[in-house]
């Protein structure tokens, strides 16, 4: 049972339009939620994150929306870089009285910004 | 830079064989995570350490899998028999401590296993 979806395999955008990611879950008790980024052969990096208290927020280019009722997020790249071409990957984490910080993840989306 | 490292970066080995994958976290990090990547999935929790203890290990898949943090910075993981199922990118990640905003987990480039 995946408790986080992220329905679209891949994303083809041109350089400078904005890309949009999307992301689903499942599991309400969930209460922080972030993007990864990931090149080949390298792991993850953090690119954004939010918490359950907010639904919105922006760090230069990206900007992550949550919407806890349709328990949807997604990311916005604005402009979009060719050098933004990577794997995309959603991760939530409910960490309230849980006592574990682990994080589940999405399948990835992978975002190609054509020059 | 001191990121979080993890040797070897590849591991071919033999169906049935026992294999042990290491990890260094970044300094002062007191949280560590191992999480396992299939081909075309996200990265699947294994088991959560907080200092030396093993504060979550539900992601281990069978007794097979054990993880060890002895002294607190130093993580191996470690798999005994192994089964072709098992091939799959092994990612490290720390945290300055569990948890929540400003805690986000910082993951090392994985060791690809490949068991034939």
């Known amino acids: 049972d995946q408790q986080v979806k992220q329905n679209s395999p891949s994303l083809s955008v041109q350089e400078g339009r904005i890309s949009i990611l999307n992301c689903d879950y499942t599991?309400?008790?969930?209460?922080?939620f972030l993007w990864y980024k990931k090149y080949p052969a390298e792991g993850p990096t953090f690119l954004i994150s939010?918490?359950?208290?907010?639904d919105k927020n922006e760090d230069g280019r990206f900007t992550v929306f949550l919407n806890k009722s349709a328990k949807h997020l997604s990311l916005h790249i604005v402009p979009s870089q060719p050098g933004d071409s990577a794997v995309y990957f959603c991760?939530?984490?409910?960490?309230?009285?849980?006592?574990?910080?682990?994080?589940?993840f999405g399948t990835g989306t992978r975002l190609k910004v054509l020059a | 830079g001191a990121g979080v490292s993890q040797t070897p970066s590849n591991k071919v080995t033999e169906k049935g064989k026992y294999v042990e994958l290491r990890c260094d976290p970044i300094?002062?990090?007191?949280?560590l995570y191992w999480y396992r990547q299939s081909l075309g999935q996200g990265p699947e929790f294994l088991i959560y350490?907080?200092?030396?203890?093993?504060?979550?290990d539900s992601g281990l898949p069978n007794d097979r899998f054990f993880a060890v943090r002895p002294e607190g910075s130093v993580s191996t993981l470690k798999i005994q028999r192994t089964e072709r199922g098992d091939s799959a990118v092994y990612l490290c990640?720390?945290?300055?401590?569990?948890?929540?905003?400003?805690?986000?987990?910082?993951f090392g480039p994985g060791t690809r296993l490949t068991v034939l």
């Open positions: 991760a939530a984490s409910g960490s309230r009285g849980s006592g574990t910080y682990k994080y589940i």
């Open positions: 939010i918490s359950s208290i907010k």
């Open positions: 300094s002062g990090h007191t949280a």
């Open positions: 990640a720390s945290s300055l401590k569990g948890g929540g905003p400003h805690n986000e987990q910082f």
């Open positions: 599991n309400s008790m969930f209460d922080y």
């Open positions: 350490f907080q200092g030396t203890g093993a504060a979550d």
